[in-house]
C-alpha cells in the first residue's frame, strides 16, 4: 500500500491518543505482574523462605492487580470504541461534504452502490480496526514481550531457546502476506459487487417485472452472493492454513525450550520450579503471539476499505471560492472545446465553436450519440474540456464555482425527481427563501396550482417515494415551477415533453412557455417538427458542428438536416397511418 496516499487519513488513524495505548499497556502490566508474584512466592517456596504472612501479601497482591486489570482492560475498550466511532462519524461527515463538492461527472461514473458501500460498509472496516484492531495488535505484541522478558529472567538459555523457531514463523507470515492481500481483495470486491448489486436489483424490480425478468436477473444476484460465499471462504481458508503452520512453529519454540530445560536440570543449572514456570509462561507466550498473526487480517481489509475512502476522498474537488455574479453577462460561448469520457478514445465533442448570446433560442439536433447532452453537461460545468474554453458571461467556466454555474441554468429533463417532502418544499428547493405568495405564484405559471390545491393537504401533500404519487406531467409540472422560482437566466430543455399525451403536453407546453420567457433557451431536440420556428438550430454529427441556421436554411443546405427532417416526417405519417387503421 501506498504510505502517501494512506497520509490524509492519518489523522482519522491518530484517533487513539496516546492515553488509550497507556492504558492498554497499564491492563497488560498488571496482567503480568501477578504471574511475576508467583515466579516469587514459588521461588521462595523452594528455598524454604516464604512467610504466611508473604502468602497473605502475595495473595491481596494478586487480587489487587487482577482488579486493576479488569478496569484498564475496560477502559481500553470503552476508549478504544469511543474513539474509534468518533473517527468513524468524522470519516462519514468528511466523505459527504467531499461528495458535495464533487463535479457531477463524478456521479455519472461511479455507481451509486459502490458509494453507499464505501460510506457504510468500508468505513465500518476502519472502525474495526480503529476500536478493536489496533488496541488487540498492541496488547497481542507486548504481551508477548512481557512474558519473554520473564523467561529470560528465569534463564537466559529458556528465553533463547524459547524464540529460537520464531524467524521461521516471521519468514512465513512474510510469504502468506501477499497472498492474504489477494484473496481479502477479491472478497472485497465481491462484497462490492453483491450490495451494487442488491441496490440495483430492488430499485429496478418494476422494469424486471415488466419485461419478465425474474428468474435471469434474479440468478444473476444469486450468483454474485454465491461467488461472495466462495470468497468468503477461500479467504478463512488462506487465513487458517498458514494460521496452523505459524502456530505449529511457535509450539515447536516450546518443544525446543523444554529439551534446554530438562538438560539444563539434569547438569543442575535450572530447578524444578523455575522450569514449570518457564513452561507456563511459554504456553501463554504461544498462544499470544499466535494472536498476533491472526491480526494480520485486520491490517490488510483495513488498508484495502482506506484505499476504497480514498477513491472518493483524493478526487480533487473544485475550490473555487464563490462571487458575486449579479453583474455577469449571461451569453455562453464554446471556443474549440474538445472532450472525451474518462476512459474513452473517442472524443464526445471536438473543436467546437458556438455562441449562445443573452436572451437567444437555440435548439441542438443530431443523430443519437451526436453530442447534444454532452454539449450541455459541459455548459453546465458537469464535465472539463480537455482543450478549449468554455464560457458564460466572458469567464471562463474554470474559474467559477459550482454554486455560480448553477445560479445560472436550469435544466428540464425528463426524469425528475421529488424529495420525500412537502409539495411546498419540493418547489422551494428552487428559491429557499420563498415565500408561500411566491410558491403559489410560481404553481400557478406553471400550471400546477390548481392541482395541488385540490390535494387532501394542499401544498402540505408529502411527495416522492413516501408521498403522493404524481404522473409523469404532474411532477414535471412541479419541477418547472422550481425553476420559475429559481428564475435563472439560462434555460436547457433535453426533449421536455416526449412523452407526453394531450391535455399534460398543452399544460406543460404552456409552463415551458412561461420558463422560456426572456431568458437564453437552448433546447436539445430530438424531434425535429417542435423546433422548425426556433431561431438558430445547431446540427451536430459525431461530436462536430456541422451546421447552424434557421429550418428553412438547414433545409437548403445541410444534407442531413434535410434527410433527419424527412425521415422524421415519413415516421410520423407512417404514424398516423397506423392509428387511422
Ligand atoms: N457518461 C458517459 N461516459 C462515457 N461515454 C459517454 C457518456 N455519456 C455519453 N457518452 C458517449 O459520448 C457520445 C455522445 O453522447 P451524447 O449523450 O452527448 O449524445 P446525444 O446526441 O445526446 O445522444 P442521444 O440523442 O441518444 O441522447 C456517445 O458516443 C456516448 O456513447
Known sequence: MDKQKIKPLDEERESRSLLSNAVVILHLVFGTLPLLLVVWAVDRLMSGTLTSTMIWIVGAAMVLFTLL?????????????????????????????????????????????DLVNIINHDVEQIEIYLAHGLPEILSATLFPALLWVIVMVLDWRLGLSLISLLPLAFLLQMAVKTLWGKSFQHFMESTQKMSEDLLEYVATIPVIKAFSHEETRTERVLGNMRDYIRWVKRSMFSVTVPMTLITMFLEGGIVVMTLVGLWLMSSGELTVARFILALILDGLFS???????????????????????????????????????????????????????????????CNVCLQFPKGSHTAIVGESGSGKSTLASLMMGFWQPQSGTVRLGGESLAELSERNIADFFSMVQQEVFLFNTSIRDNIRIGKPSATQEEVEMAARRARIHDFIVGLPNGYDTSAGEAGVKFSGGEKQRISIARMLLKDSPIVILDEATAALDGENEKLIQEALDELQRNKTVITIAHRLNTIQEVERIVVMDKGQVVATGTHGELMDNCPLYRNMTETQERVSKWQLKEEEV
Do not use: C
Open 287 to 349: 498462544s499470544a503471539f499466535a494472536k498476533l498473526a491472526t491480526f494480520q487480517h485486520f491490517r490488510i481489509v483495513y488498508g484495502q476499505s482506506l484505499a476504497k475512502v480514498q477513491s472518493i476522498t483524493e478526487v480533487s474537488a473544485k475550490d473555487t471560492a464563490d462571487r458575486d455574479t449579479d453583474t455577469m453577462q449571461t451569453d455562453v460561448s464554446f471556443e474549440h472545446v474538445t472532450f472525451a469520457y474518462p476512459n474513452k478514445q473517442d472524443s464526445a465533442l
Open 69 to 113: 486489570r479488569g478496569m484498564f482492560y475496560g477502559m481500553s475498550i470503552w476508549r478504544a470504541h469511543r474513539s474509534a466511532y468518533n473517527a468513524l462519524t468524522r470519516l462519514r461527515l468528511r466523505i459527504v461534504s467531499h461528495l458535495q463538492r464533487l463535479p457531477l461527472g463524478f456521479f455519472q461514473e461511479r455507481k451509486v452502490g
